[in-house]
């Protein structure tokens, strides 16, 4: 039983399970399949696909990441942004809503499942890190306004051929103004006025499935399909049979690309979701058994013939404050919505498409994040070019093209804030022993002779050549004093590689040639060791390591004294402060920094 609670989370949260939590488990389930059935044919249709395909996908994704995922509330499902993918993958290889075009939406989920699975097997969790928060905002963003003016089509009733790419939208728009069907926008505008209406002052209610109801019954009454009305019409009963999707060379080629990019962002939307409920339920969570977990979820609803599915964060706060303890909600969830895709999918056949687009478009106005940008505009202004470059690409080039331009730029701005890390003048803080940055505290004095500098970053081969350009443009600037000791504040470097230290050993060559000492200061143990081994500390020599600025600094001052009388400094100076100089290398080769 303890292998199957290992293999299984579920089994391991239902330790001292009983009927009251049961019962909590079974109204969160409850009410979130009340809000799923609506959502799923809502976000199908965003993908392209017909209505009980989003059915579909909310069965047995949801059985399998139940048993599988660590966290015991989060809602698993189809939502907006991996919709807006599926369908800009599948739009440009066959038609709209045919068979080819379900088959390609069941390879596709199928794929991004493996993707997980084999990022979660190998433990590659991390590589979500590379997604930032600006440019995961930046992508939300655009991706609103693709998906919210992708939906006029169904608010208006009208052909966009650039709708669901978001280009041009407005101007299909006037172009078709004459052939707008009045009734579908008036059934558009009151779902969204009662969905916003509720949200706010109802927000227990089940706005969408009130919604859905309230107008399938007034066009069944009032028989305004035959006015013009977009209808779902008759969706397919019962449940599909399992089967994998069909594989093909050509087709895994042109899709592998937006399954990779569905397996990052999914994981990336699930994750963060989940780690909010689990902090607020105070239990762990394990990256990169979500990942396996909702590998599964996808390879489930491949083979169930639904699509593409993650975590959503609305469902997940119902399913929250509904009561969800467990897992067994999920399965709560699942039962209902296969009761529903067997018996009661005639109930939807007068559900008008309008309806399900206004259910779109309140769910993504939420993901449209001008807060964001104020407080990058306030907090970090290179982060808010990263939110604009997204934005602007997604909007401009497409949803992939959007998010591979964002990660890029991001990456590429690592890469240089890495290659060219802060560093730092170092003066003494009047009445002192403290050093600071010269530029930041005008008081700081600077020592005549010496050189203090920190860097604030690893020392490795991507920014040795870095170092090497700020200390000979420091000490061209400092050539008329007469600079005879560098001092480097080693605090900040936390690791040092090979070409690290054999770049701190052309600098002591260097300096020596130019009869300019090397100190370091601060030098932590894990570096030092680097250092021995590349016999960069018998050369420079253990008199030349510190365990602090001061002392360093101290050191370095009577040097330059020393050679500015002509000579180097011996026993005969005057000798350095108590807190100053530590010329005990074996104090030095102990110590942890």
């Known amino acids: 039983m303890e292998r199957l609670r290992q293999i299984l989370p579920l089994f391991a949260s239902l330790r001292g399970y009983d009927r009251g939590a049961f019962g909590s488990d079974a109204m969160a389930g409850l009410t979130t399949a009340i809000m799923l059935v609506p959502q799923a044919m809502a976000y199908a249709m965003l993908a392209g696909l017909p209505p009980e395909v989003g059915l579909y996908a909310s069965m047995l994704p949801l059985v399998a990441y139940a048993l599988l995922g660590t966290s015991r509330q989060l809602a698993v499902g189809p939502v907006a942004m991996d919709s807006l993918l599926v369908a800009s993958a599948i739009a440009p290889l066959a038609a709209t809503g045919n068979a080819e075009y379900i088959a390609l939406a ?40 693709i998906i919210g003016l992708g939906q006029l089509k169904h608010l208006l009733a009208v052909d966009l051929f650039a709708g669901s790419a978001g280009h041009g939208v407005l101007d299909d728009v006037l172009a078709q103004l004459q052939h707008v069907n009045l009734p579908t926008v008036v059934i558009g505008a009151a779902s969204i006025a009662t969905l916003v209406a509720l949200k706010r002052w109802a927000p227990r209610v089940p706005r969408a499935l009130v919604v859905v109801a309230v107008a399938s019954l007034a066009v069944w009454a009032l028989d305004l399909h035959s006015a013009g009305v977009p209808i779902v019409g008759e969706l397919e009963a019962g449940l599909p049979p399992l089967a994998l999707p069909a594989l093909d060379a050509a087709r895994v080629e042109a899709l592998l690309p937006t399954a990779l990019t569905l397996a990052l962002i999914a994981f990336m939307e699930a994750f963060s979701v989940a780690r909010v409920f689990a902090r607020q339920n105070r239990y762990d969570l394990d990256a990169n058994r979500e990942l396996i977990a909702l590998g599964a979820a996808n390879v489930a609803a491949s083979v169930s013939g639904g699509y593409s599915v993650t975590g959503g964060f609305s469902r997940t706060a119902v399913n929250a404050q509904a009561g969800a303890k467990t897992g067994v909600a999920a399965l709560v969830t699942a039962s209902i919505i296969a009761v529903t895709a067997l018996f009661l999918t005639p109930l939807f056949n007068y559900l008008p498409k309008a309806v399900l687009a206004a259910i779109i478009v309140t769910a993504v106005l939420g993901l449209i994040e001008v807060g964001e940008v104020r407080r990058l505009w306030r907090v970090k202004r290179s982060d808010l070019v990263f939110l604009v470059v997204t934005f602007a690409a997604t909007l401009g080039l497409g949803i992939q093209q959007g998010i591979l331009i964002g990660v890029a730029t991001s990456i590429g701005w690592l890469v240089i804030k890495t290659t060219r890390p ?14 600071r940055n010269v530029k930041n505290h005008p008081s700081a004095e600077r020592t005549p002779g010496v050189l203090a500098l920190r860097m604030d970053a690893r020392l490795y081969f991507g920014n040795v050549a870095h170092l090497k350009r700020i200390l000979t443009s420091e000490l061209g600037a400092d050539a008329a004093d007469g600079c005879k000791a560098v001092v480097v504040d080693a605090s900040s470097i936390n690791d040092l590689d090979s070409s690290g230290a054999t770049a701190l050993e052309d600098l002591r060559a260097d300096l020596e040639a130019q009869g300019v000492t090397l100190l370091l200061a601060n030098v932590k143990h894990p570096v030092r060791q680097v ?33 500015h009388a002509g000579r180097a400094p011996g026993p005969g100076d005057p000798p350095a402060p108590a807190s100053g100089r530590q010329p005990a290398s074996s104090r030095l080769m102990e110590s942890v920094k």
């Open 531 to 563: 250092m021995q081994r590349a016999g960069f500390c018998d050369r420079l020599g253990a008199d030349h390591f510190f365990e602090d600025v001061h002392a360093a600094v101290t050191h370095a001052g009577d040097i330059a004294r020393a050679c």
């Open 422 to 435: 802060h560093t730092a003048v170092l003066g003494r803080l009047p009445q002192t022993t403290y050093y």
């Open 106 to 145: 069941l390879l596709l989920a199928f794929m991004t499942g493996l993707a997980q699975i084999g990022m979660g097997v190998f433990r590659l969790g991390f590589l979500v890190n590379f997604l930032s928060q600006p440019v995961v905002s930046g992508f939300t963003s655009a991706a609103a306004l």
